[in-house]
């Protein structure tokens, strides 16, 4: 998984939330959690794959810890399976990531993908009879056929088990396999290929089993969860486009169990243990129930807030205790049967932190903007809540802006399906949108990545990179608004990878703006002109990821850029480059820089996040040492410094944020 790179803004935080010479959390707790799995023989146990990396609470969702030793860098997983046999030994599935296996209860992964390289793995399902056959739905890829996957020898090695497939395995959803006749597996898939499909030896031969399913509002019998019932076999629920479907003869026959349902999209489904004759599924519109076989379907009560459910699990021995994973809010839990609901998220921080912004007058009050939307605290972050009122209800990427002389004014520059630049005058309690970015097109601006900057010295002075939904053809602007955002004019038309919007601390007519080439576009005019400067060729892959800069606080003519090609240095604003990469890890296919910061009161000291891992030089970047305990083996977004005691250090990562002091 790619993830976006974002903007973070922190001043005035002193030491209060960071840890000695070791990066500590700081909230907030929740995030985007993609799949759960129950210890069928310790109920207590469960794990949550997110955007953060696996977490796991030992104690039915009380406390979390993360448990993530061993997984890849920028993958979340989608799927989570334990042996129903050895409770000690986890599957995960990473997309293109692979699959990872874990034979002492998570503390440890290791990669067990030999035979799946180049494919897409879906969902993943335990042979409930033999611990060592194991089976995964591998999508397709330009290069690999896709379909089901047949480990026998728990993961060491994989072989195609497609016979009767069809050719176009476009989207594997799901898997589930027979509980008392482990040779019979169903598979889910969508598209054109779409329906389910049955194997009754051990996927060797499969054939078509979709008789009654109905497409939903495509063409296309798109079949995207399936649970099969533990006391009677026989009896199937898959979850469609459609609505929800159920086969009492071996997925011979299907009808539909929509009574009362709107048609929706049902992307997990959850059967109760024996004789509780429960079932849950979860959709976009949240968590619903069944207590007869998915004759009469009722809402839960989980909150409406948190509607955007992704997955659903239930205790195998007790049918009242629920756990619902939201698609930003972390984790839910109910012990009432889904009467009632709790957030259970203590220790769970897998909040993808798009952009931060502090009060430099109160340290204390600080601005998260994630995929949830914006979050608050005013007490350095013993407790976080919403600061939402009149943003809009999704989109991706983003970030803040804070007025350093009026610190109750706030800008946030939503990215696409985001409607363009908002402002708060009242510490983000409410927020309007202000004057469109584009007159002259008629339309909001409205990109996949929305970057802004305010002026330091002026901040009535606002520039926003982003571009038209209406234009998505046409290259994006970056636009200024000389009136705190009550209009805009265009600037200049840039690339649509741009990450960032470099202002001169020491002077803030200039800027410098990232394109395609690898270009820098710099303008010392306040964007009334720009010139173009020429980085070196070993930048090039640049154009295709975008690019990282960063300027020295205390002299002008320091510039560095960094990205997959390493990183550079120009001491004479930006005409001459030079390669700096001495200590830094080797720049392979996982290279990438993702943020690069100059300490404002010492030159010498730069620091670099790559992949997971922040580098620290402490001579102007001619050699780097990691500086990363501590820190989660996940995604990072940006770096800043305490701008009152620069030796604290912040980070924004897929797991919230960190921050630590360098002590002697």
Do not use: H
Request: aromatic share 10%.
């Amino acid at each position: 998984m790619k993830f976006a790179l974002l903007s973070i803004f922190i001043s005035g935080f002193g030491t209060l939330w960071a840890g000695d010479n070791v990066w500590t959390s700081i909230g907030p707790e929740g995030g985007r959690v993609q799949a759960l799995a129950i210890d069928p023989k310790e109920p207590s146990t469960v794990y949550a794959a997110s955007i953060g990396g696996i977490f796991k609470t030992t104690d039915a969702g009380a406390s979390w810890k993360p448990a993530n030793s061993g997984l890849p860098v920028g993958y979340t997983a989608g799927t989570l399976a334990i042996d129903p046999q050895n409770s000690g030994t986890v599957y995960a599935a990473f997309g293109s990531g692979g699959v990872y296996k874990s034979a002492d209860g998570g503390t440890n992964w290791s990669a067990a993908s030999s035979g799946l390289e180049g494919l897409l793995i879906g969902s993943l399902a335990i042979d409930p009879k033999d611990s060592s056959t194991v089976y995964v739905a591998a999508n397709l890829n330009a290069t690999t056929n896709a379909g089901v996957y047949k480990s026998t020898n728990g993961g060491a090695s994989w072989s195609a088990a497609n016979s009767g497939l069809p050719a176009e395995t476009t989207y594997l959803y799901c898997l589930a396999i027979d509980p008392e006749n482990s040779s019979t597996v169903y598979a889910g898939m969508a598209y054109r290929s779409g329906g389910v499909y049955k194997s009754t030896d051990g996927g060797i031969n499969w054939s078509a089993a979709s008789s009654g399913l109905v497409a939903g509002g495509g063409s296309y019998l798109n079949v995207m969860a399936l649970a099969i019932d533990p006391q009677n076999p026989s009896t199937i629920y898959a979850g469609a486009g459609a609505g929800l479907f159920k086969s009492t003869d071996g997925a011979a026959s299907w009808t539909a169990v929509n009574a009362g349902l709107p048609v929706k999209a049902f992307r997990s489904l959850a059967i109760g243990p024996r004789g509780s004759g429960m079932i849950y599924a979860a959709s976009d519109d949240g968590v619903i129930k069944s207590a007869d076989g998915g004759t009469n379907w009722a809402n839960t009560g989980l909150p409406a807030s948190s509607t955007t459910s992704t997955v659903v699990a239930i205790d195998p021995q007790n049918s009242s205790r629920v756990y619902a994973a939201t698609a930003d809010l972390g984790v839910f839990k109910s012990t009432d049967g889904g009467v009632s609901w709790s957030i259970a998220n203590s220790g769970l921080r897998a909040t993808l932190i798009q952009s931060s912004a502090v009060d430099p007058q109160d340290p204390s009050r600080m601005y998260a903007l994630t995929t949830a939307g914006v979050f608050r605290t005013t007490n350095a972050g013993a407790n976080w809540s919403a600061a939402n009122s009149g943003l809009p209800a999704e989109y991706l990427g983003g970030s803040l802006a804070i007025d350093p002389q009026n610190p109750r004014i706030l800008y946030a520059g939503l990215g696409f399906p985001g409607r363009g630049v908002f402002k708060s005058t009242d510490g983000g309690t409410n927020w309007n949108s202000v004057a469109d970015p584009a007159p002259e097109a008629g339309v909001a601006l409205e990109w996949l990545e929305s970057v802004l900057a305010i002026d330091p010295q002026t901040p009535t002075t606002i520039y926003a990179y982003g571009g038209a939904l209406a234009v998505f053809a046409s290259r994006p602007y970056v636009f200024k608004s000389s009136d705190g955002g009550t209009s805009w004019a265009r600037m200049v038309a840039v690339g649509n990878s741009v990450s960032t919007l470099l202002i001169d601390p020491q002077k803030p007519g200039t800027l410098y703006v990232p394109v395609f080439g690898p270009e820098v576009l710099k303008s010392t005019d306040g964007g009334a002109t720009w010139s173009t400067l020429r980085l070196p060729a070993e930048l090039i892959p640049l154009a295709r990821v975008g690019m990282e800069l960063a300027a020295d606080p205390r002299n002008s003519n320091i510039l560095y850029a960094g990205g997959i090609g390493g990183i550079f240095k120009s001491t004479d604003g930006g005409d001459s480059w030079k390669a700096v990469n001495s200590g830094l890890p080797e720049r392979d296919a996982a290279f990438s820089v993702r943020a690069l910061a100059v300490d404002p009161q010492d030159s010498n000291t730069v620091y670099a996040a790559i992949g997971a891992a922040v580098f620290k030089s402490q001579d102007g970047a001619t050699s780097w040492s990691q500086v990363s305990s501590g820190l989660p083996s996940t995604c990072l977004t940006r770096l800043a410094f305490d701008s009152k005691n620069p030796v604290t250090v912040y980070a924004g990562t897929c797991s919230g944020l960190f921050a630590i002091t360098f002590v002697p």
